[in-house]
């Protein structure tokens, strides 16, 4: 019996969606879910540094960015499955912030929006991305200078000695100085491969 070859290929297409859908669908999710894990990020970050200042002062809070910071970013990594890091205008750290070419494309997103008055707090980006080893979800939420961060990311002129003595031991090609209050430093970075779907939990406490 001669088969009809339009229904097997509706039939094929069909069951290729049914494998792909449960690890694609809901990019709201996703995203609701990204959202999340930067503010965790930042919440938990502030805090360590709030916590730093109290104890030794600026000096003390290099150590936490340095060595805390990218202990988070990499706890939140292994929990969800993704890669989360931050990312910067300027670097302290070129193996771990520079960003690459659609995350400096964002970063200029990020710099035209507050430029026309956007609030860093109400911004964020996602799109989903083709690469050549897979597709994946990206998203970024802004980091902006704050009063508090001119310690260390200031006029070089003005950052207390033992700042600046701490940053050249930890960070010899710092970059990452002379911000304003207001201006764009950086930003969270999370990336989800498409093929992965979310954690049950993630799922549920980003609904």
Same mark, same amino acid.
């Given at each position: 019996?001669?088969?009809?070859?339009?229904?097997?290929?509706?039939?094929?297409?069909?069951?290729?969606?049914?494998?792909?859908?449960?690890?694609?669908?809901?990019?709201?999710?996703?995203?609701?879910?990204?959202?999340?894990? !930067?503010? =965790?990020?930042?919440q938990e970050?502030?805090?360590?540094? +709030?916590? &730093?200042?109290? /104890?030794?002062? $600026?000096?003390? =809070?290099?150590?936490?960015?340095?060595?805390?910071? $990218?202990?988070? !970013?990499?706890?939140?990594?292994?929990?969800n499955g @993704?890669? %989360?890091?931050?990312? *910067? +205008?300027?670097v302290r750290?070129?193996?771990?912030?520079?960003?690459?070419? @659609?995350?400096?494309?964002?970063?200029? /997103?990020?710099?035209?929006? &507050?430029?026309? *008055?956007? =609030? #860093?707090?109400?911004?964020?980006?996602?799109? %989903?991305?083709?690469? $050549?080893?897979?597709?994946? #979800? /990206?998203?970024?939420? $802004?980091? *902006?200078?704050?009063?508090?961060?001119?310690?260390?990311?200031?006029?070089?002129?003005?950052?207390?000695?033992?700042?600046?003595?701490?940053?050249?031991?930890?960070?010899?090609?710092?970059?990452?100085?002379?911000? /304003?209050?207001?201006?764009?430093?950086?930003? %969270? =970075?999370?990336?989800?491969?498409?093929?992965?779907?979310?954690?049950?939990?993630?799922?549920?406490?980003?609904?």
């Amino acid at each position: 019996m001669k088969r009809d070859s339009s229904k097997v290929l509706v039939a094929a297409a069909l069951l290729s969606a049914s494998f792909a859908a449960p690890a694609e669908e809901n990019i709201a999710a996703r995203e609701a879910a990204a959202k999340q894990a !930067a503010q =965790s990020f930042m919440q938990e970050l502030k805090s360590e540094l +709030t916590a &730093a200042m109290k /104890r030794g002062g $600026p000096a003390q =809070s290099v150590h936490v960015c340095s060595e805390i910071a $990218p202990q988070i !970013a990499g706890r939140l990594s292994r929990e969800n499955g @993704w890669r %989360v890091t931050r990312v *910067g +205008t300027r670097v302290r750290n070129p193996m771990l912030g520079m960003p690459d070419a @659609w995350e400096q494309k964002v970063l200029d /997103r990020f710099s035209r929006e &507050a430029g026309a *008055g956007q =609030s #860093f707090d109400s911004m964020s980006f996602s799109e %989903v991305i083709e690469e $050549p080893d897979g597709r994946y #979800f /990206r998203f970024m939420k $802004p980091i *902006g200078t704050a009063p508090q961060c001119l310690a260390c990311h200031g006029d070089r002129e003005s950052i207390a000695a033992p700042v600046k003595a701490s940053l050249q031991e930890r960070y010899p090609l710092d970059r990452a100085t002379g911000y /304003r209050v207001g201006d764009l430093r950086g930003a %969270v =970075s999370i990336k989800q491969p498409l093929d992965l779907e979310l954690l049950e939990q993630v799922r549920d406490s980003a609904q």
